[in-house]
């Protein structure tokens, strides 16, 4: 048991309530081991514990200290009766044991142990001494021997999975997992191929293109990214609570972005903007917000203290933006629920705060052509309630309305307007993105291919391709071009009455099969669209009986492009993209 409570201003990893209980009766009682082991222990924190198969009187239990650190790794040779601590000093390099901590003992070797905290460790004498060695990443999570051969083990960490085919002598990665958390990203606007991203404990990575060709290029936590779009070779990066850097040369090195910042106070991703019509300057929040005007190179504060104190980790800027339409008028958020406007370049600042609720600033989004006009979101995940916050002003935060209409409860963690159509906004939630088309009174799913309960926690939009990318957090990164098609309108949620496959042969030339079922009769219409969403052509229409239906599409008198269609059916639609070659 772990007595553990972690809240937005209040955290607690261990007390007297944490310890490890034993059952001789299938779990119908049970009783608190003692004979040695820390029991009742107010100093007593996370406890990872292992049975070794072939010899289940020996016992390893890794304990740590409300503070993070290691206690002491225990051991019984007794199948639990007495206890004596053995080593104190494995794991020691790790002082967040609410994190990671693992404890595992070969099945088939009773003195071969495994003990993970920041780095994996491993001992051959019974957790007498430690070494390590041949891990690839910091952080361990789990640790699991294959059943039918305790040779093949497997290693998470936040790097991913490790594996060993030999007992834990040597270590591979597994690198084809599209498994990263993402923060946050950017695309390059002068080469849309160049994307980068923010990846927790992976740092900064950037590809130019290719699926196999990420690059890491800024260390640490990885977090809000930004490529200057006058100059590609002007790229900024940054890491956990405030370490910002700037780069002249795409990213290659880095120089330190501090200069004159206040980082007493800031949040674990610190969040920053670019001028939207001169990137030279740039707006950052820690707990005031400042402001540079040489990229990065110093800083000036332009406002006081913004939060409403400072408790535990709570008392820091979220996000903040600038207008395009106005550089003067800025918004800005922060994580114990205030809101901020200010029309004077900093001069003076107005709390905006009525009539929105009092949870964590996600994100702050200025209309591109009004600068009175914001949207904001909100988000209770860090104190349990799940419900969607999304507010419109007109009036520089006067007042605030909600445009959440039949969103479903999920946090809301990202706004973009579209420039194309400002009444269309897309969002990133707790549960996959979202878009309206009319200010909040209808939202659908996005498409599909994001897993459904996947948290997305950034957007990127690169307009002059209509290049969209989500960011989330445990299942990498995706990317969409919007059309007309995706932006219909219509509810584009998964259908339960009907499925769309993918055509086949994709891509094809000069036919294509498409096929679909219906899981009742009803009216459907399947149509073809280009690459801008223009309608091509009506394939078929009409009542349909249950079952399996297909359509064979013939390109011949098409040129060669990309083509999306889409099927429609008791309100329903879903699309899905095919690529003529000729």
Known sequence: MWERTRREDYIKYGGTMSGLYVSTNSGASWLQVSGGFPANDATLGRISFDICSSNSQVVYALTSLTNGNTKALYKSTN?????????????ASSNYAWFNRICRVNPSNANDVFCGGLYMERSSNGGTSFSSGGYSHVDQHAFAYAPSNPSFIAMGNDGGVDYSTNGGASWGESLTLPITQFYAGEIDFNNPNTVLGGAQDNGTVKTTGSLSGWQDIYGGDGFVCKVDPTNSNKVYASSQNGGLGWSTDGGVSFSSGTSGLDLTYTNWMTPYILDKNNPSTIYAGTYKIFKSTNSMQSWTAISPDLANGHIANLGTVTTVDVSKSNPNVLYCGTDDANVWVTTNAGSNWNKINSGLPNRWVTRVTIHPDSANICYVSLSGYKIDTTGSHIFRTTNYGV?????????????????IVDPNDTK??????????????????NWFVLGNGIPSTVPCHDLTLHNPTRTLVVWTHGRSSFKTILTPVLLAGVNSEIAKDFELKQNYPNPFNPSTKITYELKKSGYVKLSLFDINGRLIKILEEGVRNAGMHEYIYDGKNFTSGIYFYRLESNGYTNTKKMMLIK
């Open 79 to 91: 199948g639990g009766s007495t206890w004596s601590s053995i080593n104190s000093s494995v794991a």
């Open 399 to 415: 007042n605030w309305i909600s445009i959440k209409g039949n969103m479903p409860d999920i946090p809301v963690n990202d706004i």
């Open 424 to 441: 269309t906004l897309i969002i990133a939630t707790d549960a996959g993105v979202m878009y309206t088309n009319n200010l909040g009174s």
